[in-house]
Every structure is written in C-alpha cells, then in structure tokens.
C-alpha cells in the first residue's frame, strides 16, 4: 500500500496544494496500476468515502497534468492511469479482456523509434501498443 505521507510528499514537489482527494486518487493510482476512471473511484472510496465523483475525476486530471500520473488510453478501451511515469514503458494490450501489462522500453528515453520520415516535425514521443491476446485468453481460445 502507498502510505499517505508518501503521496503528500509527491504532491507537494509537484508544487500541487495537498488535498484529501488528490492523495487518494494518488494513492489508488499507485495502488491499481492501469486501471479506469470506475475502478479509481471505488478505490478512492475505501479511504474516503465521502469523496464524489467530480472531485475524483478534477483530481485525476489535475495528476495527470501535473506529470505524477500518465493516462493512456488504448483505442476502443477506456482511458487508464498509472503513476509509472517518466520511463518511456510501453503495454501490452489484450483484445479480447482488455488486460494491459507493462513493456520495458528497449531504449529508455523517448522517442526510443524515429519515424521514416518526420515530415518536419520535432518528435519527443513514440507511445507503442502492442495488440494481443493474454495467457488467459489465449488458453480459452484454443481449447
Ligand atoms: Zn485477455
Ligand atoms: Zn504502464
């Protein structure tokens, strides 16, 4: 479990003012890596019940803005958040349940692929998907 002080202490050096709800999205985040909006609002319930809706998806807005949360929304699936941040991973996205693991970039800074040609542009970011399907799925499929 991410302790309480902890998810102050990332707050605050994000310069961000500290507030219940912040720490506990914060937290949930940490806690359920690559989870939805859904699933973080439960999570945010168990150490506040009291906190609503709006003030944990302001909260997971202002997180991601902020850099201590990355959002990543595969297509077709809802957006996800982990505080794996900075390190240029990459997922593995299932296609049939939706699962999604984490990939060690090869290269560990970004753009760690250069396209063909960048037309110009000054690129800082390649975001890779890898589409699949799971050991689960795989395993239910072929019987
Ligand atoms: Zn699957
Ligand atoms: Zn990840």
Redesign the pocket.
């Known amino acids: 479990m991410s302790t309480t002080e902890g998810m102050q202490r990332r707050l605050r050096e994000a310069g961000l003012r500290v507030t219940r709800p912040r720490v506990a999205v914060l937290a949930a985040v940490a806690d359920h890596?690559?989870a939805d909006a859904g699933e973080l609002l439960a999570a945010a319930r168990e150490q506040l019940p009291d906190v609503s809706h709006q003030a944990v998806y302001d909260s997971l807005h202002t997180l991601t803005a902020a850099g201590l949360v990355?959002c990543?929304q595969p297509s077709g699936a809802t957006a996800r958040y982990?505080t794996?941040v900075g390190d240029n991973?990459h997922?593995l996205v299932c296609r049939s349940c939706g699962a999604?693991?984490?990939v060690d970039c090869e290269v560990g800074e970004a753009p760690c692929l250069t396209p063909a040609d960048d037309h110009g542009y000054a690129v800082d970011e390649a975001e890779i998907v890898y589409w699949g399907l799971c050991p689960e799925c795989r395993a239910t499929t072929t019987e």
Do not use: G, M, N, T
Request: a neutral charge; hydrophobic letters at 25%.
């Open positions: 890596p690559h990355r990543i982990e794996r991973h997922h999604i693991v984490d």
